[in-house]
C-alpha cells in the first residue's frame, strides 16, 4: 500500500520561495529575504528563511544581521502604530515547567530573544538564572514576584530583574511576554533557570505580600488561605 502525504499550498509556496533566494546573489538575498519575512509572518517566515545559511560577515564567521517578525504589522491608526500579537502557544516547552512554551525568536549566543506563553494560572516556580532578563510583556495580565511583593504586570510593560535574586513569573490570563536575555539559552535547556526554595521569595521580615488583594502572608499556602490566588507556591 502506497502512503499519500498531502502537502497544504503553503507549504509549496515556501518551496518556491527558497528557491528563488537560492538563485539571488548575496546582497539581493538579505534584501529579498527581509521583504518576505515581513509578508509569511513569524512562524512562516521562520521555516523559508531555516534552509539559507545566513550571510556571513567577511574574515569573521559571524552573520552581521540577525532579523525576524515577533509580531504583525497592522498599520498606523493616526498616531498609534498597531500590532498584532499571536496568542498562541510556542513548539517548544520551557525547561522545568509545567505549561509555560515558547518560540525562538534570535540569539548570537551571547544575547538572544524568546517569545513565552504561559497560560492562565501557570508560571514559573521561583528561580534563578544566568545573567538578566528583560521581559516585555505582549499580552495577558501577569505577575511579578520578588523580595517579598507579588506585583501584577500587564502589556505594554517592560521590566527586569537581576538573574541572581530568586523571582516568579505568573499569568492571570493567557499571558504573552517577550523575553530578552544575556547571556541566552535555549528554551529547553535545563540551564535556562535554578529553581529554589519558595522561601527565598520572602522579604527581610520573612513575609510576602500581593499587592493585588493586600494580603500578606509567611507562606504561599498561607496566602491562598485567605484567599489570594497569585501565589507563586501554584506552580511546583
Known amino acids: 500500500m502506497t502512503e499519500t502525504t498531502h502537502r497544504r499550498p503553503a507549504d509549496e509556496t515556501i518551496d ?9 546573489a548575496p546582497a539581493e538575498r538579505e534584501a529579498k529575504a527581509v521583504e518576505l519575512l515581513s509578508v509569511l509572518g513569524r512562524t512562516k517566515a521562520a521555516e523559508a528563511s531555516s534552509a539559507l545559511p ?15 517578525d515577533w509580531a504583525t504589522d497592522l498599520g498606523l491608526d493616526g498616531t498609534t502604530q498597531q500590532l498584532g500579537i499571536t496568542m498562541a502557544p510556542g513548539p517548544t516547552r520551557v525547561s522545568k515547567t509545567a505549561d509555560a512554551t515558547g518560540h525562538s525568536l534570535l540569539s548570537s549566543g551571547h544575547v538572544g530573544a524568546d517569545i513565552l506563553h504561559v497560560p492562565a494560572g501557570s ?4 528561580h534563578t538564572h544566568p545573567g538578566d532578563h ?47 536575555g544575556a547571556p541566552h539559552r535555549p528554551l529547553d535547556s535545563p540551564e535556562r533557570q535554578e529553581l529554589t526554595a519558595y522561601a527565598a521569595l520572602l522579604g527581610d521580615l520573612g513575609r510576602i505580600t500581593c499587592r493585588i ?24
Open 123 to 126: 508560571g514559573f516556580a521561583p
Open 213 to 236: 488583594c493586600d494580603i500578606e502572608g509567611s507562606s504561599g499556602e498561607e496566602l491562598a488561605a485567605n484567599g489570594c490566588p497569585h501565589s507563586p507556591h501554584r506552580f511546583g
Open 16 to 24: 518556491l520561495l527558497r528557491a528563488e533566494l537560492d538563485r539571488l
Open 134 to 180: 528583560l521581559l516585555f510583556v505582549l499580552a495577558g495580565t501577569g505577575t511579578i514576584s520578588v523580595a517579598g511583593e507579588i506585583v501584577q504586570t500587564r502589556p505594554g510593560q517592560v521590566y527586569m530583574v537581576e538573574g541572581a535574586l530568586t523571582h516568579a513569573v505568573g499569568a492571570v490570563t493567557d499571558h504573552m511576554i517577550l523575553a530578552v
Open 54 to 68: 545566513p550571510l556571513e560577515e567577511p574574515g569573521t564567521g559571524r552573520a552581521p544581521l540577525l532579523i525576524c
